[in-house]
């Protein structure tokens, strides 16, 4: 009896403490991860003296063949800080972007249309594979035989309202093989610790030249990467002919880094949603069983089915995070999706660890942003294609115009959170009554009213009350 009473309080104490390790290691972890997040942006941070913010369109424009590609002039104080870049694409029907990959990550917006995007992972297998077309069974040089088909990586199709996540170093290019312009944005994040050379975007092209393009933006001759090396040695790389590796280099090529494909044809599943994907094989989507080569990278925010806050006098907001897209993870970056009524307005926020950049995709809103010694660096309206960057914990409130609001907005956290000052969910009505009173020396019924005036939580009706 003593001997089983000895074994049972061992096997309780041996259980109680692998309680408290796992305990002990779950809490080091959580720490550990914040610490990392908190060490994301190190490199980037400046001194971040804003005076005066500004709603910005882009600065350069560059046309190609089939399409034209825009900058934004990233030398202002509130680009430096927030350490991004941001550019915007418009390819038209059978417009093929050229390969190419960048220094930095990027989260791409897809505001109108939908096209192909293909994806090019280092060390990942070509999963993708097409049969030789019936009509020409040989090629014309040399009577090759080319029976055996092609195969490549994943293609992804997108559509409109679909955010893509794209780490640095990643080869990709996209297609148009829709009837209608395809225009998407891009905030590219310079900043991140990902991208060891200096705070300049950098666009590394392997096909095309660019060099009558965007060698003003860039201040020097840009050309492809194949430019610079010696036909010789690639076509021993290749084991092919020179001639070949000189049509590589692209040195007559004057199409742009947007180039006409008619022809092209790819083979890829029908479009299928991730959400849609998941319900088919029975099961949610949680991400466990993702490897680096089978990442999901994009998530639609325009259906309302993925809004996370709605108001039915209000409008609606979709957020993306490393909860449902776990590539975040790794990018440090998140969206949200915002679609707000007429004269519907948003509470006033502040980003508590995230830069933010806010592109308005349709419709005006008046913006004011408040930041540090409470001064009010903009105050205005924003329209269709204006780009305003606001630095972290700066207040913002939204209200939309007669023609609505919507928007997308990147920001530089994977698990961006906001606080708020008015509404149901915000700071003031999270403090006692007697605190308001003497905090601003009113009466308990005015701390009452200011905590109260509002049971809405985020996207708030027009105000009747006082119109």
């Not at 089978?294 to 995070?321: C, E, F, W």
């Not at 509404?423 to 007697?434: C, K, Q, Y």
Request: neutral net charge; charged residues 25%.
């Amino acid at each position: 009896m003593g001997k089983a009473l000895s074994l049972s309080l061992c096997l309780s104490f041996l259980f109680l403490l692998h309680g408290c390790c796992s305990a002990q290691m779950m809490q080091q972890q959580f720490w550990q991860s914040m610490q990392s997040q908190q060490q994301h942006r190190f490199r980037a941070k400046t001194q971040c003296q804003i005076q005066q913010l500004s709603a910005r369109e882009p600065t350069f424009k560059f046309q190609s063949e089939a399409g034209f590609s825009e900058y934004w002039d990233t030398s202002s104080a509130e680009f430096e800080c927030a350490g991004i870049e941001f550019v915007r694409h418009q390819v038209q029907p059978k417009g093929l972007v050229l390969p190419f990959y960048t220094n930095a990550p990027r989260l791409t917006f897809v505001v109108e249309g939908s096209g192909i995007l293909g994806t090019v992972i280092p060390g990942c297998a070509e999963t993708y594979e097409s049969e030789a077309g019936s009509s020409s069974r040989y090629s014309a040089r040399e009577g090759e035989d080319v029976r055996r088909g092609d195969r490549h990586q994943k293609l992804r199709r997108f559509r409109r309202g679909d955010v893509i996540a794209l780490p640095e170093g990643i080869t990709t290019f996209v297609y148009n093989d829709g009837d209608a312009p395809l225009t998407y944005v891009s905030m590219l994040d310079i900043g991140n610790d990902n991208n060891q050379l200096d705070f300049k975007f950098r666009k590394f092209l392997l096909a095309g030249n660019p060099q009558s393009i965007e060698s003003q933006k860039q201040g020097q001759e840009y050309r492809n990467m194949f430019y610079g090396f010696d036909e010789q040695l690639l076509a021993d790389a290749f084991n092919t002919e020179p001639e070949l590796m000189r049509r590589l280099q692209g040195k007559e090529d004057e199409r742009g880094i947007i180039v006409r494909a008619e022809k092209l044809r790819m083979v890829l599943p029908e479009y299928e949603s991730e959400e849609e994907h998941s319900q088919r094989r029975g099961r949610p989507y949680n991400g466990l069983e993702e490897t680096f080569c089978s990442y999901k990278i994009k998530k639609n925010l325009d259906h309302p089915t993925s809004a996370d806050l709605y108001n039915p006098r209000g409008g609606r907001i979709s957020n993306v995070n490393s909860q449902s897209l776990p590539i975040l993870n790794y990018l440090q970056l998140s969206a949200q999706r915002g679609i707000l009524y007429k004269n519907a307005i948003v509470a006033p926020q502040w980003c508590t660890n995230a830069h933010s950049a806010l592109y308005v995709t349709k419709g005006s809103a008046r913006i004011q942003v408040v930041g540090t010694q409470g001064r009010s660096v903009f105050d205005g309206e924003v329209e269709e294609g204006q780009l305003l960057v606001v630095p972290q914990n700066f207040v913002v409130v939204k209200k939309a115009s007669q023609n609505g609001f919507e928007w997308i907005t990147f920001k530089t956290n994977d698990n961006a959170m906001n606080a708020q000052l008015a509404g149901r969910l915000s700071a003031i009505r999270a403090m006692p009554n007697e605190v308001l009173m003497n905090a601003f020396g009113i009466s308990r019924d005015e701390a009452k009213s200011l905590k109260f005036g509002r049971e809405e939580s985020t996207l708030f009706s027009p105000s009747q009350r006082y119109a």
